[in-house]
């Protein structure tokens, strides 16, 4: 055989051993963020799918009664380097509330761009800033969203720990406010805490966290816990799990699945 040949195949082998030992960037089916960046010249595709009982808008002062289903939620992760990731997020929607017994939308389109700040070693975490834009693609007229641009800056944190990986986010979110005669914004906290345990010889994982917005109007304000696990084989990962909403507008509660691949 060619040594060129012999060369390409030990190449592709020891990469796909490596990543299949590398997880998944993204903490699906948890909603706060990782600090770790892709892997240089990668990309990660997400295709998930949830179901949640007692979904609240932001701004929403009257519980609707509202289920909504992503049918599918879609989520593009690429590597611009060393440095930054560029984050793409948007899902199709089919909800019910008090107004409708169904209707198929859209949600928003988020755009964001996660810059690294410091590398993990034994003195400091991995830490990076994620800033997130929301752009108006939903229609607010059916519920669908707000219709309005927000702005999202958060923190992130990442630290690996003898029996798992411990995440942390903190931020602000600038929320622009919909409602007639009322406030241009709303600023809020963000914040979330969780941890990804392996159970079984790195190919399963169990992620918990509790994520919310605070310290703004009690209509925005959030809070979950959330559970569930991820399943890795190769450059693919199956994720799985819910929520249960711990304040008054936050979700009831929620269940969700999907898959994630890392594209070399």
Same mark, same amino acid.
């Given at each position: ?17 490596? =990543?299949?030992?590398?997880?998944? *960037? ?10 770790? #960046? ?9 295709? &998930?799918? &949830? ?13 609707? *009664?509202?289920?909504? $289903? ?6 593009? *992760? ?9 984050? #793409?997020?948007?899902?199709? #929607?089919?909800?019910?509330? %008090? ?18 700040? /410091? ?7 991995? =830490?990076?800033?994620?800033? /997130? ?12 969203? $707000? ?56 190919? =399963? ?7 919310? =917005? /605070?310290?703004?109007?009690?209509? %925005? ?21 819910? &929520? ?12 969700? /699945? ?7």
């Amino acid at each position: 055989m060619h040594k060129h040949s012999v060369f390409l195949i030990i190449h592709a082998v020891l990469t796909y051993t490596a =990543l299949s030992y590398i997880y998944a *960037n993204n903490l699906l089916p948890l909603r706060m963020e990782n600090a770790e #960046l892709l892997p240089v010249n990668c990309a990660e595709i997400s295709l &998930s799918f &949830s179901h949640t009982s007692g979904h609240f808008n932001h701004f929403e002062e009257k519980d609707s *009664n509202r289920t909504r $289903t992503e049918t599918p939620a879609l989520r593009l *992760n690429m590597s611009l380097g060393k440095q930054a990731d560029i984050h #793409l997020a948007f899902a199709g #929607l089919y909800q019910e509330d %008090n107004n409708s017994t169904g209707e198929w939308g859209v949600g928003d389109l988020t755009v964001g761009t996660k810059i690294r700040l /410091t590398k993990q070693n034994e003195q400091i975490p991995e =830490l990076a800033v994620l800033l /997130t834009t929301k752009l108006p693609t939903s229609d607010d007229s059916r519920g669908f969203g $707000t219709d309005r641009i927000d702005f999202l800056a958060n923190l992130l944190c990442s630290q690996s720990l003898p029996f798992g990986v411990f995440y942390a986010n903190i931020g602000l979110d600038i929320l622009d406010d919909p409602r007639q005669g009322h406030q241009a914004q709303d600023d809020m906290v963000r914040y979330a805490a969780g941890l990804r345990v392996p159970l079984v010889s790195k190919r =399963l994982y169990a992620l918990i966290s509790s994520e919310g =917005l /605070t310290l703004g109007e009690a209509v %925005n304000t959030r809070g979950s816990a959330r559970a569930g696990f991820q399943f890795l084989s190769g450059t693919w990962t199956w994720h799985m799990g819910g &929520s249960i909403g711990y304040t008054q507008c936050s979700e009831d509660w929620s269940i969700s /699945t999907g898959i994630s691949r890392i594209l070399l």
